[in-house]
């Protein structure tokens, strides 16, 4: 996510991927490229200077997310995380509203879904990461489905709810979508935001997520390719 020339601050966004002069090849060369070269994880966006946002998923330690926002955006990174080649394990308590996703990820080798609590070990490693989507309400259970090396957890919070501040004050990244002024003004003061945000995160479109830390945070847009876009619609905060 840097330009040439100047440093941009990491937040939650990947490990920085191989960096190195740049030289140019010809296209005889171009066979022998077999690594890949660029920021780690999945490109859950553009920011607000169109650079791409990656949010670096698989990882040796664990790794947690939190995502107030909606069901859609919550759906485009679990098949974005698969196309990284986690496999996707899915806690919810609406099967139905995933099962599309599941069958066009590849079926349960690739997206498997569980009821809440019944998530079991899956085996994370380096050769085989593990993305968990918790997708159980306003008040998810404690569970089996925790992070770990080379398992990251993200949370799915419809709204900011009596459990949202103890899980937001553990997190190693929060995403925040629409949200309402009273609710801006919590997640501000959780996150120690900008006073300004409270006025940006009412306002928010449909697909636009403030992913932050404490120290800092970044406005994305998140844009459906063709294939998302027939498989879940357009972009919306609400289900």
């Keep these: 996510m840097a330009a040439a020339g100047r440093v941009r601050g990491r ?20 066979s022998s490229l077999a690594l890949p070269v660029g920021d780690d994880g999945v490109v859950i966006g553009v920011d607000e200077e169109g650079f791409p946002a990656v949010l670096g998923l698989n990882r040796p330690s664990p790794y947690d997310i939190v995502l107030v926002g909606g069901l859609w955006t919550a759906q485009v990174f679990a ?10 394990v899915v806690e919810t308590g609406r099967a139905h509203a995933w099962r599309n996703v599941a069958r066009a990820a590849g079926g349960s080798a690739c997206v498997a879904l ?5 998530v079991r070990p899956h085996g994370a490693s380096a050769a ?5 989507v918790r997708d159980c309400g306003m008040r998810p259970p ?44 919590q997640v501000a003061h959780l996150m120690r935001l900008p006073a300004g945000m409270v006025r940006t995160l009412p306002a928010l479109d449909d697909g636009a997520t403030l992913w932050c830390t ?3 945070s970044r406005l994305v847009t998140t844009r459906a390719t063709d294939v998302e876009s027939g498989l879940l619609g357009a972009a919306r905060r609400m289900d």
């Design 142 to 185: 404690h569970g089996r489905a925790v992070s770990g090396p080379w398992q990251s957890v993200l949370t799915l919070l419809p709204y900011l709810g009596p459990a949202a501040p103890g899980l937001l004050g553990e997190a190693s990244l929060v995403g925040v979508q629409r949200v309402s002024p009273e609710e801006a003004e």
């Design 128 to 132: 085989s990461p593990v993305v968990v």
């Design 11 to 30: 937040l939650g966004f990947g490990p920085v991927g191989p960096r190195g002069r740049r030289y140019t090849i010809g296209p005889e060369q171009l």
């Design 79 to 88: 098949l974005r995380a698969v196309a990284t080649g986690a496999r996707v």
């Design 114 to 118: 569980h009821e809440v609590g019944r």
């Design 214 to 216: 404490r120290r800092e």
